[in-house]
T-cell receptor, first 108, second 113 residues
Framework: RKEVEQDPGPFNVPEGATVAFNCTYSNSASQSFFWYRQDCRKEPKLLMSVYSSGNEDGRFTAQLNRASQYISLLIRDSKLSDSATYLCVVNLNYQLIWGAGTKLIIKP | DAGVIQSPRHEVTEMGQEVTLRCKPISGHDYLFWYRQTMMRGLELLIYFNNNVPIDDSGMPEDRFSAKMPNASFSTLKIQPSEPRDSAVYFC???????????FGPGTRLTVT
């Protein structure tokens, strides 16, 4: 089993819809979690940190479920510009473990 | 702010040649990271530095790879000798004081023939 797993997708979603995807991690001692966004042939960019209590930034909501060992990202009212690959990152004892990413395609 | 600067942006070289990738982190950032990204293996952390000191190089694939950070504004990743399986996009990233809020450079696309 991989340490950090993501559904590679692609998720094909109509504009305006809500979409959610998860990232599971194998080590329960993992300490902190992040979502990055990567556009095609570009560098990753930090989207948001994931806090234990959950956090929201505009249309984006991140949640952490420690019992089931996954984090989630929810995007409301999706825009064409949300099309990208979403990477989760898990910190385990100052080792950063990256997921392979979930590809999201928003269709008009 | 100029962001993280990497050079060259593209590099094509023949197997066996030495390759040097360069990175200038954002001024004032204490951490610098080198990553490699391929379709097969995704994004892999190779090594990271804190205040110019290598902290974790467990991701460096083998002795052919070496990284240095002679000062706070410059780092190199060297591959000698290069092999076709080293073909990838190599990213450099820096972060201020926090290990996790990383700012990535545009990457160097390396092709080894």
């Amino acid at each position: 089993r991989k340490e950090v797993e993501q559904d590679p997708g692609p998720f094909n979603v109509p504009e305006g819809a809500t979409v959610a995807f998860n990232c599971t991690y194998s080590n329960s001692a993992s300490q902190s979690f992040f979502w990055y966004r990567q556009d095609c042939r570009k560098e990753p960019k930090l989207l948001m940190s994931v806090y234990s209590s959950g956090n929201e930034d505009g249309r984006f909501t991140a949640q952490l479920n420690r019992a089931s060992q996954y984090i989630s990202l929810l995007i409301r009212d999706s825009k064409l510009s949300d099309s990208a690959t979403y990477l989760c990152v898990v910190n385990l004892n100052y080792q950063l473990i990256w997921g392979a990413g979930t590809k999201l395609i928003i269709k008009p | 702010d100029a962001g993280v600067i990497q050079s060259p942006r593209h590099e094509v070289t023949e197997m066996g040649q030495e390759v040097t990738l360069r990175c200038k982190p954002i001024s004032g950032h204490d951490y610098l990271f080198w990553y490699r990204q391929t379709m097969m293996r995704g994004l892999e952390l190779l090594i990271y530095f804190n205040n110019n000191v290598p902290i974790d190089d467990s991701g460096m694939p083998e002795d052919r790879f070496s990284a240095k950070m002679p000062n706070a504004s410059f780092s190199t990743l060297k591959i000698q000798p290069s092999e076709p399986r080293d073909s990838a996009v190599y990213f450099c990233a820096s972060s201020p004081k926090d290990l996790y809020e990383q700012y990535f450079g545009p990457g160097t696309r390396l092709t080894v023939t």
